[in-house]
């Protein structure tokens, strides 16, 4: 791999550590705030925390909002209809953010890959059980 392309996945990690912890946060809010489940909650926090893990903080240098080609959302990242598609986006959010954290790991830290396999699977064991309770 050239420097160019090891500069542009540690942008690329950036972005989906963000964009996974964003999801999480959201997805703990609710359950804390909105629906009292302090179980959930705890367990969505537990993961913001150990997407933490990863976090280097000299990764900043590699973000770069200004050229950022797709930073306009799309028509329907803009609407909501109702908390189920605001968890269903997230959900997704969620999961497609570890899997790409997951595979991009695996160019240099077999233990970060594998740290956010689980997270995935874990999101996917939380989906089900946020969907039979709620909704």
Partial sequence: MTDVERAKVQRIIDANLNRLKEGLRLLEDL?????????LGY????????????????RLRFRDIRNDVQKRSVE??????????????????????????EELFKLEDVEHAERFKNIRYELYDLEKILQEKRF
Avoid: G
Wanted: glycine share 0%.
């Fill in 43 to 58: 367990r969505f926090k537990a993961l913001r925390h150990e997407v933490s893990k990863a976090s280097d903080p000299s």
């Fill in 76 to 101: 329907t990242e803009l609407q909501r209809e109702s908390l189920h598609n605001v968890v269903a986006a997230n959900f997704s959010r969620t999961q497609e953010a570890s899997r790409v954290l």
């Fill in 31 to 39: 359950n804390r705030y909105l629906w009292d489940d302090a179980e």
